[in-house]
């Protein structure tokens, strides 16, 4: 095989060792596994991993599965320069090793494409946290980048080597790492995904995800954006109130003027905590400034003309407010995300649309 298998590992058990050995007797001869800080009571396990002949590579302390990948990964530029790239595996036997080799070829046959192992969420098997979860993800991952992944938490993944770069630059030291580095991958290169078999050993027992801690991580981005929009929409709706309240103008104009002023302020809180807290825009605020005013504009001419409209058949301007607000939200996150606070594009210029699994 002309693939380096890569397994970041914390705390592993017998399952790690049990993997090594059926991915050598497969041909796979490039194994390098990261010891994320795990203890010393594991070390027999990573002994016996190198004696199937895996690379073994450490971490002093805990550092997070992002950054074990980055390790694995730069070690495999380093280390195996001709091979097509990594398969990332998870070590906690999730992953079954004809899966594993499945990628593997899916790398031969589809060069410079990032090939995800997808998994089938729909089995009773299934714990409900990881179904729930990745529906979640998958929503989120669609409306930000417009391009439907079955499976945006795999950790099974074939990446190529031109996207080396990319992987080694993505920022994140935990679980997010790969929600980052699937976002940026997929502007940089083709996708194909392969169906994978649905393995959850003991119930999943042996993942080391933290519920409530890493998924703040995971939806920092759009955690963030929630956060500034309701901020922001508390003080438009409060100063919309109170101006409907004490401008002396018919129905109509009160509402579009209260809707202008009003949005004005908020937005400018809205454009600070977005360029600097939430999408942390490398982009010059000049720049990304303009292109915020063009989106201001635009959802103040949206909202003043939908709530209007709404506003004939709701006896409740602020209400109809609500509901216009809440639907232009996710559209300026998308905006937002791919416009105002855009990253350089990738090297294709393009967001490329995924291969159908087959």
């Known amino acids: 095989m002309h693939s380096t298998i890569l397994i970041p590992a914390y705390q592993p058990n017998e399952h790690m060792v049990t993997l090594v050995k059926q991915l050598s007797a497969l041909g796979f001869h490039h194994i390098i596994i990261v010891n994320d800080g795990s203890d010393e009571s594991t070390y027999t396990y990573f ?9 073994i590579l450490h971490h002093d302390k805990n550092q997070g599965k992002g950054a074990a990948l980055r390790t694995g990964i730069k070690a495999a530029e380093e280390m195996f320069p001709s091979d097509l790239g990594v398969v990332t595996a998870d070590a906690d036997g999730q992953h079954l090793p004809i899966d594993i080799q499945r990628i593997a070829m899916g790398m031969e046959h589809h060069p410079d494409t990032l090939i995800l192992g997808v998994r089938n969420f729909s089995g009773d098997e299934v714990p409900r946290k990881s ?39 993505t920022e994140g030291d935990r679980y997010e790492y790969e929600m980052h580095m699937l976002e940026d991958a997929v502007k940089e290169a083709p996708v194909f995904q392969l169906p994978i078999a649905t393995v959850y050993e003991d119930g999943n027992a042996g993942s080391h995800f933290r519920p409530v801690r890493d998924s703040i991580r995971v939806y920092g981005k759009p955690l963030r954006f929630i956060t500034s929009s309701l901020s922001s929409s508390v003080l438009d709706l409060l100063l919309f109130y109170i101006l409907m309240q004490a401008l002396p103008l018919a129905a109509a104009a009160a509402i579009t003027v209260a809707t202008v002023i009003a949005r004005v302020v908020s937005s400018t809180l809205n454009f600070t905590l977005n360029h600097f807290w939430c999408f942390k825009s490398r982009e010059k605020i000049t720049k990304s400034g303009v292109r915020y005013l063009v989106l201001l504009f635009t959802q103040m001419g949206m909202s003043a003309g939908l709530v209007t409209l709404l506003s004939s058949v709701i006896p409740s301007a602020l209400l109809a407010k609500i509901i216009v607000d809440v639907a232009l939200s996710v559209f300026s996150y998308y905006v937002q995300k791919h416009w105002v606070f855009q990253r350089k594009e990738g090297r294709h210029g393009k967001i490329h649309q995924p291969v159908q699994a087959v």
């Open 47 to 55: 002994l016996m991993a190198a004696s199937y002949g895996a690379v």
């Open 131 to 169: 179904r729930f979860g990745n529906r979640i993800t998958a929503a989120f991952f669609r409306l930000s980048t417009g391009i439907r992944i079955s499976d945006t938490q795999t950790g099974l993944r074939g990446i190529p080597k031109s996207l080396y770069p990319l992987a080694l630059a």
